[in-house]
């Protein structure tokens, strides 16, 4: 496991603001501060056990440490869009989206089309409308890059 359960809770404090990440750097015993690398390396850790609880800790931190979302993260999110074993696709799609990341438009047509036996009707209807959107944003914006 990736994160034990006082880092799970630290990390639910953090978003949900009950502490500053200031505090939450103080209290958490690991390097988020200092190791640039510590989403890169978590990330690698946790798509290796396929362990979708820590992926979805990971994405809550990833935001407030403000790690960048660099080739080195993008050649792990791209796969990672069209898993099956985690249910964080939403985020990640929008990371892709984010990052105008053209290599990223076949996992996002392969996640549009699969059905992902952990999300309802609604999930899968709004996953499938944000992979739809990414694809058409990301396609727009290299299109412009050309003209």
């Given at each position: 496991?990736?994160?034990?359960?006082?880092?799970?809770?630290?990390?639910?404090?953090?978003?949900?603001?009950?502490?500053?990440?200031?505090?939450?750097?103080?209290?958490?015993?690991?390097?988020?501060?200092?190791?640039?690398?510590?989403?890169?390396?978590?990330?690698?850790?946790?798509?290796a056990?396929?362990?979708?609880?820590?992926?979805?800790y990971l994405?809550?931190?990833?935001?407030?440490?403000?790690?960048?979302?660099d080739?080195?993260?993008?050649?792990?999110?791209?796969?990672?869009?069209?898993?099956?074993?985690?249910?964080?696709?939403?985020?990640?799609?929008?990371?892709?989206?984010?990052?105008?990341d053209?290599?990223?438009?076949?996992?996002l047509?392969?996640?549009?089309?699969?059905?992902?036996?952990?999300?309802?009707?609604?999930d899968?209807?709004?996953?499938?409308?944000?992979?739809?959107?990414?694809?058409?944003k990301?396609?727009?914006?290299?299109?412009?890059?050309?003209?």
């Open positions: 496991m990736e994160f034990n359960e006082s880092e799970k809770a630290l990390i639910l404090s953090l978003t949900s603001e009950k502490i500053t990440l200031e505090e939450f750097l103080q209290f958490f015993a690991r390097s988020a501060a200092t190791d640039k690398n510590f989403i890169l390396d978590a990330l690698r850790r946790i798509v056990t396929k362990d979708a609880d820590s992926l979805t994405l809550y931190l990833w935001g407030f440490l403000k790690e960048p979302v080739e080195a993260r993008l050649k792990i999110l791209r796969p990672l869009v069209a898993e099956q074993w985690h249910k964080d696709h939403e985020w990640i799609v929008d990371m892709l989206k984010d990052a105008k053209a290599a990223a438009l076949p996992f047509v392969t996640a549009a089309q699969a059905q992902y036996p952990q999300l309802d009707e609604l899968q209807t709004s996953l499938q409308k944000r992979c739809l959107y990414a694809i058409k990301i396609s727009n914006d290299k299109t412009e890059v050309l003209e």
